[in-house]
């Protein structure tokens, strides 16, 4: 007899919300069950498509799903994750993991008192994998990652490092072995007296440095990075999708038409699930590897304020 699909919930009715309830609606083993937002009409709109139920009270929403994607406002993701672990249900929480370290070690925490996993939507890491960056043998030299934007509503709730930056700092610890060690920066604060604009150089403990450059005040979206090793150099274009590899190492130029590089979202909501069914020994990106992301980018803000 098959097992019943994982009924999924998602916390938020954002733009967000609305990709995530997509996933569970297509991925197999999985429905979407509910939604749950503080403007139920805003649930509702995005569940009922979907075959889904729209929710206002954490509750009733937990009681109608198994597994849960937090897709709310970064400032919300520790509490409404420890609210979903304690009602013994597996979380994938959008990044920011949450907006401070001993937040996110609570999470972290609760999950493995209760044997639950919790994974993190840094989904480049999920194209890194696919082009085979994360299998260079080498330690990286250098990384130039630069991730500009227009200016939008969404994430004003934190600064671009915890939005934008968070994404490459990810990257660069995926594919170091070292630690970081300094961070210095200068950046532009928003009329709402966040960080829109940074740029930022992290040196680590082996001699590897990362310079990290970021806004949501740029005239278009760009996406780019460059990572130098001994050996030579990967360039790689978020947006255009493309690849350029001096190195000896293979790497899939074609990753852009891999199902992952496809739909990288799709790849990172698959690989909860299926550490949620026992069918890979862990998530994507697990809730230590976003803490020390947060824990970095969290540096960054403390260097930029100095």
């Known amino acids: 007899m098959a097992e019943s699909p994982l009924r999924g919930g998602v916390i938020g009715a954002g733009v967000f919300g609305g990709y995530h309830a997509g996933q569970y609606a297509r991925l197999p083993g999985v429905v979407l069950s509910a939604v749950l937002d503080v403007h139920p009409d805003r649930a509702a709109k995005i569940a009922m498509p979907l075959g889904g139920r729209g929710f206002h009270e954490m509750a009733e929403f937990l009681e109608a799903v198994d597994v849960v994607t937090i897709a709310s406002p970064a400032s919300h993701h520790a509490e409404q994750a420890l609210a979903v672990l304690a009602a013994g249900k597996p979380v994938y929480i959008e990044k920011p993991i949450a907006t401070s370290v001993p937040d996110g070690e609570k999470v972290r925490a609760l999950a493995a008192a209760r044997g ?8 480049e890491r999920v194209q890194s994998r696919a082009m ?84 949501r005040q740029a005239p278009a ?86």
């Open 116 to 123: 639950l996993v919790v994974a993190c939507g840094h989904q």
């Open 132 to 215: 085979g960056l994360l299998d260079i043998p080498e330690q990286p030299l250098r990384l130039e990652a630069l991730r500009h934007g227009p200016p939008s509503d969404r994430s004003r709730d934190v600064s671009a490092i915890l939005d934008l930056m968070v994404h490459d700092i990810d990257l660069a610890l995926a594919i170091s072995a070292a630690d970081p060690v300094t961070a210095e920066g200068e950046g532009r604060l928003s009329d709402d007296g966040v960080w829109d604009v940074a740029r930022s150089e992290v040196t680590f403990d082996d001699g590897f440095t990362a310079i990290f450059d970021v806004s």
């Open 221 to 306: 979206r760009q996406r780019t990075m460059r990572i130098v090793y001994p050996s030579g150099e990967v360039e790689i274009d978020f947006v255009a999708r493309t690849l350029k590899n001096t190195t000896p190492f293979a790497l899939d130029a074609g990753y852009a038409d891999t199902p992952a590089g496809q739909d990288p979202l799709g790849a990172s909501v698959a690989g909860f699930l299926a550490a949620v069914r026992g069918e890979a020994p862990r998530p994507i990106v697990t809730a230590e590897e976003a803490i020390r992301a947060l824990d970095l980018a969290l540096a960054v803000e403390q260097a930029l304020a100095q």
